[in-house]
T-cell receptor, first 112, second 111 residues
Framework: ETGVTQSPTHLIKTRGQQVTLRCSSQ?????VSWYQQALGQGPQFIFQ???????GRGNFPPRFSGLQFPNYSSELNVNALELDDSALYLC???????????FGDGTRLSIL | EDQVTQSPEALRLQEGESSSLNCSYT??????LFWYRQDPGKGPEFLFT???AGEEKEKERLKATLTKKESFLHITAPKPEDSATYLC????????????FGDGTTLTVKP
């Protein structure tokens, strides 16, 4: 059973740039959630996708957007990067919106 | 707004010294409460789900319990490999898909 994989593992960008992060969900999982985790804090919910539709969104501005593909993999796009966007971005997949989530090891994004 | 508060922020134990971690929550209709373990540089790893007050789950040295306002993660006779950050998260019935996490308790178990 293949777990959740995220790419890239690390990324450095400058303010104002755009970034795309990728996530392959665990086999058989149709739900993907994205989180932002700052150092020393818990993950903050960005949004969730269920069968290619957005299924809930946290308190993040519209410049955070996402996609889920027919194979249930997903992308997180962030436009107009700001310094405060520096964080670990986690992807989690599950068998449904209220099921236990299986996390990848994240993408560490640094904004200079 | 859903809220989760975990205490203590950090806990240092000697090997074999049992203790408990606390997760206090405020949510408009609990759908589920989740415990995860996170090791440095890794994503959280699922431990337990609890759905209703009075429910208990066990796994090896860990036991999770739930009341209407809080959850406890009891660690019995911990070992150094139990050292990690333990995260608690809640889902509300009214907020489809959203998990609200606490900031975690960092546990260090000394041999």
């Amino acid at each position: 059973e293949t777990g959740v994989t995220q790419s890239p593992t690390h990324l450095i960008k400058t303010r104002g740039q755009q970034v795309t992060l990728r996530c392959s969900s665990q086999s058989g999982h149709n739900t993907v959630s994205w989180y932002q985790q700052a150092l020393g804090q818990g993950p903050q919910f960005i949004f969730q996708y269920y069968r290619e539709e957005e299924n809930g969104r946290g308190n993040f501005p519209p410049r955070f957007s996402g996609l889920q593909f027919p194979n249930y993999s997903s992308e997180l796009n962030v436009n107009a990067l700001e310094l405060d966007d520096s964080a670990l971005y986690l992807c989690a997949s599950s068998l449904g919106e209220d099921q236990p989530q299986h996390f990848g090891d994240g993408t560490r994004l640094s904004i200079l | 707004e859903d809220q989760v508060t975990q205490s203590p922020e950090a806990l240092r134990l000697q090997e074999g010294e049992s203790s408990s971690l606390n997760c206090s929550y405020t949510v408009s209709g609990l759908r589920g409460l989740f415990w995860y373990r996170q090791d440095p540089g890794k994503g959280p790893e699922f431990l337990f789900t609890l759905y209703s007050a009075g429910e208990e789950k066990e796994k090896e040295r860990l036991k999770a319990t739930l009341t209407k306002k809080e959850s406890f993660l009891h660690i019995t006779a911990p070992k150094p490999e139990d050292s990690a950050t333990y995260l608690c998260a809640v889902q509300a019935r009214t907020n489809a898909g959203k998990s609200t996490f606490g900031d975690g308790t960092t546990l260090t178990v000394k041999p």
